[in-house]
Structure formats: C-alpha cells, structure tokens
C-alpha cells in the first residue's frame, strides 16, 4: 500500500465505523462519475481497478490511467470546489468507499496528516505529465487467446522475461489460479512491478477472468488463419473504452503479413500488432510496450527536405534505438510508411532515391486546372514501392494525416490501402491533383496539420521522437524570381523541378507556426530540427545533403540525452512509485 494513501486509509476506516463513510461495489464497466458532474463526495478506492478517461473539446474520450486499491478518487475537484474534469470507470468489478466532502473536511481539521498527504498527491499528480509515468500506468496486462492456433502462456512467459530483463518483477498467471479468491490476486498485483494473465482458447471462463482483471488487454491471433467472431461476453468493458489490443502471430519466414484488415473489422481493436514467431526483436518490442519504453516517431512534411528524415532513421538505428510506432505528413509520411513496411537502410534509400532523386516526380506538367502536374508519376510510384499493400499489413503500427477539405478538418489514416493513404497526405494543393474518399476531397496533411505528435501520444504512452524539418530559413527570393528566359529554362532542365510557384505552394503548405511547435515541443520527449538551410523545398538532387542534416542533427540530440531514448518515460518500479492518479 502505498505511504502517501496511509492517512486516507485510516480516516476512512474510521468515518467508516462512525457511520460517515459507506461502502459500495461498482460492477465493471459502470461510471463512478462523469466530467461536468459535482464533486460532492470523496471516494477510497477498496478494490479491483478504477479507469481514468478525459476528453478533449470535440474529441472522443482517452485513457488517461488507472487508479489502484488504497488511492483516492476524486480529491482535486472536491479541494477545489469544481466540477469533476474527467470520467471514472470500473474497468472490473470494484469495492469503494464515499464520504461526503462535509465530512472529509471536519475529519482533516482533526487530522493535519491527511491534510499533508493530499497535499503531497496533489502536486505529485500535477507534475506527472513532464516526467512520464506513474501509478496510473496499467500494470496488469492480459494474453486472450481468440483461436486455438495460439498458445498465449508460452508468449506471455516470453514476454515476461523480457520484462524482468529491463529490471522490474513479473509475474505470470493462468488458468491454474483460476479459483483464488479476489483479495489473492490483489496481494499479486500489489507485489509485483507487472502482473501478465494469459488465457488459452479452450479456456473459456478463464479468458473472461482475464478480460476482467486486467488493466488492458491483447488479444491474440494467428495471421494467417481468418477471425473468429467477437465474443461480446469477453472484456466487454475494456473493449467499451478502447482497452483491448490485437497481436497477430505470423510464422518466421513471412515477409509481409496479409488478410490484417478482415481482423480488424471483426474484433475492432483499440491497436494491431505483428509478431513473428520466436523472434526476440518482437518479444521486446511488447516489452518495451507494456512497461512504457515503446519508441514513436514522428516525421513532418517538408518537400525535398523529408530526405532529412532518412539520416534521422540512420542514427537511430546506429545509437541502437528501437521503432515501435510511425506517424508523418506528406513526405514524411512516405519514408516513414517504408520504416513500417519493414525496409532496412539500404532499401529504404534506393526505393526514395529510384521513386524522387533520380528523376522528379513533379515533370509531369499539366494545364493548372486542379494542380501544376497530372500526379500520374507520383501515383505511378506508390504503386511501384508499395502495390497493394493495407495499412493494417505493416510490420509496425503507421499513421499517417491528410487534410479533408470537404469536412473542413484533418483525417487520421490507420486502415486501407497504403498508397492511396499516402497519394492523400502528400497532395499538396495546387501542385497536384486532390485524392477522394468517397465525396471527401483530401489533400496534403500539411495544411491542417504538418507535424502530429499529439497523435502519436493518443496511441501509445512511451517516448516520442519528433523530426520537423521545416524549420529554419527555406526559400529566398532568388528561388521564386520569374526566369529571365523561359527557353533557357526549358533548357537548363530546371523546368523539372516546376515552375518558382512550386516553391511558394510547398512552403506555404508546410511550414509549421510558431502554436504548432509550440504543441510538439509539449507533446514530443525529443524534438530534432535539421538545419537545411541550403536545402531548397522542390530539389529533388539533394537528396546527401539532406540526409546527412537529418543524421547529423539527430545524433546530437541523442548523443545529448542522459539516457537512452527508451528509458525517458521508463515506468518507476512499483515500491517507488508515487500516487499519482485522480
């Protein structure tokens, strides 16, 4: 139990006794309480597990963490005199105790301790989002089989000892403990850093044991077999607020999985994860996850200058720093869809430099009715490097962000075909022609929204590194003077690049304002701005340039850290954890 959840503890034993406390169970998935509501009341929680969920403005509901038994629920708006800030669920079966904010505050008048120790959580919880990690972290994580074609115990065992190897205790659960009483499985979760259930097929009750007592959930697959159907008996609560993951199993000598997308429509799952059998980069990349080391990267868009994130994926790779998610706009988007489809250094630069250095992808002029160019080589090159490849099919989770003129907002791309995502994200206005979705018109991500750490921190709570590469003095006007002979231009092959307009267009579209960096500074745990001063936004020659100002400024940067990339948001062992939840 936690020190600073001490003082709490007793005074509600005692209001307890003295009638002024009462106790409550909250079945999973029932609301404590919702934001807007009065805090009239403070509550303790008991035991099973608490769920933490706020919204932005016109947002959906996110995760924000777990409250554990001996915490506190609710202390700050009731302090404060406000209304509740965020909804509480019972992510399982739960005990709470509630007293009266009357009560609470004759009985601290009695007790200066209890006073101090809600001073004490108060500001350790305001200080949570600059350090990372906390109690409210999930710590109890559950292996659900969905098909026999799985054996879970053996990789949530894997899973563990990669776990243990990072320095924290795990423990491995399954159906033999499937009679323990409730405070059993309490004492286990209080005792060990991470607690991982593991649920075969043909363990029926078992499994929904595990749906309820975990904090988070991964179902478990075979990707090459077809989805069962969704069991809506099983983690009903956790799958209700976007709890349950999907990993899927594929033999070793598979290249790129295939048939992801069927899955992801029949189990709707919160994220989608691609493991190969027996290999130990997989196994430490669920690690990494679940003990909040996992790596995103983010990649802004920028023209010519994007070939700066190549140098960044270089030193990465070379400082032995892992990539577990990718995220980027426009040509960002596009290498960082390579990194996802699972390239090595050297395809990932001969595919850019075939598909944009060697000959342009912007030649292709056309009467400027939608745009300076017909975008057929463009199309024509998505398709070469990346066919027909779904995004659900990648060996690492993608995102990437289009703007969608006809809603007026930017569109997140996470499933469906790769290359019209990106011929989406990419299309820059007036440069080349819009893509469609159905009676949506879409255009490059840049416009609304060019550099989306803030997206990469709603899928996954580990470190996030961010590369912008439009920063710093990029166009001159020299660059956007009118040619002094339209034929010597023609002549010099400079007409390749497109016309000055280009340039305006590219920039115009790119750059990043001073709110938006201002956001990804907030956002990203490390922030890299390639100097490319001398890198003009529609040269697509300078392709070694770029990249050695990507490599050069993202080694410094890691170079600057005082530890690894990974361990910046390392979740603290249990006995050293504050109570920082509520």
Known sequence: M???????????????????????SLPGGAVLFDSGEAA???????????????????????????????EPVGEQALLAGTQHSARVVALRDSEIYAMPRSEFFKAAERDPAVTTEIARLTIARSRRPLSGGGSTDPSVFGFAAVSGAVKVRALAEAVAEAVR???????????????A?????????????????????????????????????FRVGAGDRAP??????????????????????HAPEVRTPSGSAAWLDALNPARLFHIREGDSADIQRLARLITNRAVGLVFSGGGARAYAHIGAIKALREAGEPIDFLGGVSMGAVIAAGV????????????VCKAFVETSPLDDIALPLLAMTQGIKVAQRLEEHFGDTDIADLWRPFFCVSSNLTSGTYQVHQKGSLRQALRASISLPGILPPATDGANVLVDGAVMKNFPVDLMRAVQSGPILGVDVTRGRSITAAEVARPSSVWKWIWSGEWRKGPPIVSLLM??????????????????????LPDLTGVEIRDWKAFEPAVQAGYHATKAVLEALDRPLTDLRRRPHLADLYVTSG
């Open 228 to 249: 069962p159907p969704a069991d809506p008996a099983d983690s009903a609560a956790l799958q209700v607020h976007r709890l349950v993951d999907l990993i899927l199993t």
């Open 340 to 351: 996802a489809k699972g390239w090595d250094d050297e395809e990932l630069e001969a595919r």
């Open 40 to 70: 009239d009341q403070l509550f303790l929680l008991h035991a099973g597990r608490l769920g933490v969920f706020r919204t932005e403005a016109g947002g959906e509901p996110t995760f924000a963490g777990v409250i554990r038994p001996g």
């Open 2 to 24: 936690s020190e600073s959840a001490s003082a709490l503890i007793r005074l509600f034993a005692a209001e307890r006794r003295e009638g002024e406390a009462v106790w409550f």
């Open 507 to 528: 920039r115009a579209a790119t750059v990043s304002s001073g709110r938006d960096l201002a956001a990804a500074r907030e956002a990203a745990d490390v922030l890299v």
């Open 165 to 179: 190897a990072a320095g924290y205790t795990c423990e491995v659960l399954g159906v033999e403990t499937q009679r």
């Open 181 to 217: 009483p409730t405070e059993w499985f309490s004492e286990v979760e209080r005792e060990h850093d991470f607690v991982l259930y593991a649920g075969e097929a043909d363990e029926v009750a078992w499994r929904r044991i595990v749906g309820r007592q975990s904090d988070r959930l």
